[in-house]
């Protein structure tokens, strides 16, 4: 049997290919991202957005973790499949992410101060966190949110719901 080469192809290769963790995936990639009131528990969403599970909207200046994937590396550097939260000793606390990323939520910018937290979450292997604080002049609805590492920013379509 005679063998034949393909073509050549050309791979891009980028240190973070962000994109959120949603509650629900609907189509046309408008789903409400993974998000929690403070540190949690309290889930952020539009009531009954999933039956059985109580979901209130975000306010205005107040502070949420976010969920994502894919935000590139830590510092220190985690090991493959290594949790978080057993990764350094108590005293030196957790991995933050090396690059800074940076919000829009409902087009408006988040300033760097209100990014409480940006790293691994100390839960869950791959899974990233951020504290960040809902501007205070957002409007009322379903704001979009975008995060952008390294040049790289989330996909469109991901919101958050906010209700004053």
Not at 105 to 116: E, H, K, R, S, T
Request: hydrophobic share 40%; with cysteine; proline share 13%.
């Amino acid at each position: 049997m005679k063998r034949s080469l393909s073509p050549l192809a050309t791979v891009t290769i980028a240190s973070a290919t962000p994109a959120f963790f949603n509650f629900v995936n609907n189509p046309g990639g408008a789903n409400p991202i993974a998000t929690l009131h403070g540190g949690g528990p309290a889930l952020v969403g539009e009531p009954g957005l999933i039956p059985g599970a109580t979901f209130t909207p975000a306010q205005p200046n107040e502070f949420i973790s976010l969920f994502a994937t894919e935000f590139g590396p830590t510092d220190p550097a985690l090991k493959s499949g290594q949790i978080p939260s057993q990764a350094l000793p108590d005293s030196q606390g957790l991995a933050t992410l090396i690059n800074e990323v940076t919000f829009t939520i409902g087009g408006i910018a988040v300033p760097p101060a209100d990014v409480l937290y940006a790293g691994p979450a100390p839960c869950c292997v791959g899974l990233y966190q951020f504290v960040v604080r809902v501007p205070p002049n957002a409007p009322d609805g379903d704001l979009g949110v975008t995060a952008t590492v390294d040049g790289v920013s989330t996909p469109s379509g991901p919101f958050i719901t906010v209700k004053q």
